[in-house]
């Protein structure tokens, strides 16, 4: 986690949204449910990245996303997100096509795997003041081929790191989790929330 001074400008408010730099309808829902006034400008960047460190590879992915579109912004709060699964030191990203999404559906299959987003803060002058990481451990249960191409069948491992969606349907494979649940989603709130008040964006919460 890393942080620079407080942020400078206006505190998020109705009329002064946040930016959030993804077009993720789970991050969308999240934002939605705590009430948080948003506007949406997707990034469209590429999410491939080199690194060895997950944590660090999500977090610049994040800071890259939330300054691409800084110059449309205007002097708003920005957010940037990126998630990422990691099994067996192997990072799944979204999978291609159904045959890359059983490859990953069968590694997670009776295993633990790490769920990391990082997520970064611009203020309304564009510095970044927060750039933090967060990682939580969802153990599924075994999983047999029928299971897999089912719920594969279903569409919803789709643009989804990782070929699931925890909050969906693919629930049903998971049998615990360690951590932060709206992690898994797509944002880690409770950290979000800590890290926009920090720097000065919300002046307190609930709004």
Not at 17 to 37: E, G
Not at 56 to 75: D, F, M, P, T, Y
Not at 175 to 193: D, K, Q
């Amino acid at each position: 986690m890393s942080d620079c001074l407080a942020g400078q400008g206006r505190a998020i408010a109705r009329d002064h949204p946040l930016v959030l730099a993804s077009a993720s309808p789970r991050r969308k829902r999240l934002l939605s449910q705590m009430q948080i006034p948003f506007r949406i400008i997707p990034s469209h960047v590429d999410e491939s990245a080199t690194g060895n460190d997950p944590m660090e590879i999500c977090q610049a992915l994040a800071e890259k996303k939330a300054v691409r579109v800084r110059s449309l912004a205007g002097e708003s709060w920005i957010l940037g997100a990126d998630s990422m699964v990691v099994v067996l030191e192997r990072a799944l990203g979204k999978p291609k096509d159904a045959a890359e999404a059983e490859e990953m559906l069968s590694l997670l299959s009776g295993r633990d795997h790490r769920v990391i987003t990082g997520f970064c803060i611009l203020d309304p002058s564009g510095r970044t003041v927060h750039s933090e990481a967060v990682s939580t451990t969802v153990r599924f249960k075994p999983l047999d081929h029928a299971e897999i191409r089912a719920y594969i069948l279903t569409g919803e491992p789709f643009g989804k790191a990782g070929a699931y969606a925890i909050q969906g349907i693919g629930a049903f494979m998971v049998e615990s989790i360690f951590g932060s649940y709206t992690n898994v989603v797509g944002l880690p709130v409770c950290a979000l929330i800590k890290a926009l008040s920090h720097v000065g964006a919300i002046p307190g919460f609930p709004l």
